[in-house]
């Protein structure tokens, strides 16, 4: 805590400027997992702000899932989950590659609609008129937000999906109620950087390298069915290749 240098000569907040100052100290190691910080009177005595900023700052923490609170104990630092390390060693969806590696899926739906988009049309090789059903998605492993998806799909091929249960697994619809399955798809991975909406999902204080993978999937006969855009956070994916001589 001797490390804290609250300013009164600038333009951020107080409780702000403790909040950035113990998520890097939490992101450095400085302050590791399972420590436990101080109770809000003493640490406001000790800074000489009111016990208000102290709230504030541990409030903001706790919704950013850096801190976990104790009861009476106060607030401890929080375990960041261990990174996955999922096999690209074929086709499959978000909810079987994670209970693959025994987390819990889960979704929360942003988006959803069906569009007409000339760019995206172009990519299923249809006319600029096409029905598209724009699936926008953040994605969770055991309550852990691990990527945000956009994704299209070819509604033509598949119209059952357009008033379908998307909650869960879209691969899982297509399969029950289309009667189709995907079993190839061309795949890009990039390296790249979250916006501010991004990282507010992810929880990042500051944007950290992130993997957008773009997917073009298709049936057993050829047919383009999907077309999915996935930021993947960088500090939670390492992925795995297998290969032969």
């Known amino acids: 805590m001797s490390l804290l240098r609250l300013r009164n000569d600038t333009a951020m907040p107080l409780y702000q400027q403790l909040e950035e100052q113990l998520s890097a100290l939490i992101a450095s190691g400085s302050l590791p997992p399972g420590v436990v910080l101080p109770a809000e009177r003493q640490l406001a005595e000790n800074l000489g702000v009111s016990r208000v900023t102290i709230q504030r700052a ?8 850096l801190l976990a609170s104790q009861g009476r104990k106060g607030f401890v ?12 060693d074929r086709l499959k ?3 079987e590659e994670m209970r693959e590696l025994g987390k819990i899926p889960s979704s929360r739906i942003i988006e959803r609609e069906v569009v007409q988009d ?4 172009s990519i299923f090789g249809m006319s600029s008129t096409a029905p598209l059903l724009k699936l926008t998605r953040v994605r969770y492993g055991d309550d852990v937000p691990m ?13 059952a999906l357009e008033h379908g249960d998307l909650s869960g697994s879209v691969y899982a619809v297509i399969a029950e109620t289309c009667g189709a399955r995907l079993v190839t798809c061309d795949q890009t ?6 916006t501010t909406a991004e990282c507010r999902i992810f929880g990042f204080d500051q944007p950290l390298p992130c993997l957008l993978i773009k997917r073009h999937s298709f049936t057993q006969d050829a047919v383009m069915i999907e077309y999915v855009e996935g930021l993947f956070r960088g500090d939670m994916y390492s992925y795995r290749l297998k290969m032969q001589a």
Do not use: H, Q
């Not at 990527?147 to 119209?159: D, G």
């Not at 991975?189 to 979250?194: N, V």
């Open 58 to 65: 541990y409030a903001a923490m706790r919704e950013r899932e």
């Open 77 to 88: 630092v929080r375990r960041r989950p261990d990174p996955v390390r999922p096999g690209m």
């Open 93 to 95: 969806g978000f909810t």
């Open 118 to 121: 000339r760019s995206i049309s």
């Open 147 to 159: 990527s945000r998806e956009v994704a299209w799909y070819n509604l033509k091929a598949v119209p």
């Open 189 to 194: 991975i990039e390296a790249t950087m979250p």
